[in-house]
């Protein structure tokens, strides 16, 4: 059975740093586009960012560019998310997933291009 198991998530203020974490068991992901995804109540789920299968391209959403990062470690972890200056407005489920490229495209963004998924961490940033 193939897995994907988010950590990290929590209660913090505003301004703090969270690091989310992604395992996966079942099979390898190495050569697989990992993505991270979160979703509010009440709101659609929608992309945050996504790192090529050699982690050598990366792609971040506005609402997060310049203080999250994503990035993989192919040996311990499939992927991580450095969360920096977190706001309210980031409260959500973050969703690590995985998709297959046929390597014409770096990453992928949109919810439907990623075959597995976690099942979720919560990060709750208070104001």
């Known amino acids: 059975q193939v897995t994907l198991v988010e950590s990290g998530g929590g209660l913090v203020q505003a301004g703090d740093s969270l690091r989310l974490s992604c395992a996966a068991s079942?099979?390898?992901?190495?050569?697989?586009?990992m993505g991270w995804f979160r979703q509010a109540p009440g709101k659609e789920r929608e992309f945050v960012a996504a790192i090529s299968w050699s982690g050598g391209y990366r792609y971040y959403a506005e609402s997060v560019k310049g203080r999250f990062t994503i990035s993989r470690d192919n040996v311990k972890e499939p992927v991580y998310l450095q969360m920096n200056s977190l706001k309210a407005e980031d409260t959500a489920v973050y969703f690590c997933a995985a998709g297959s490229t046929d390597g014409s495209i770096a990453v992928l963004t949109h919810s439907y291009e990623y075959t597995y998924w976690g099942q979720g961490t919560q990060v709750t940033v208070s104001s």
């Open positions: 079942g099979r390898s992901f190495n050569s697989y586009v």
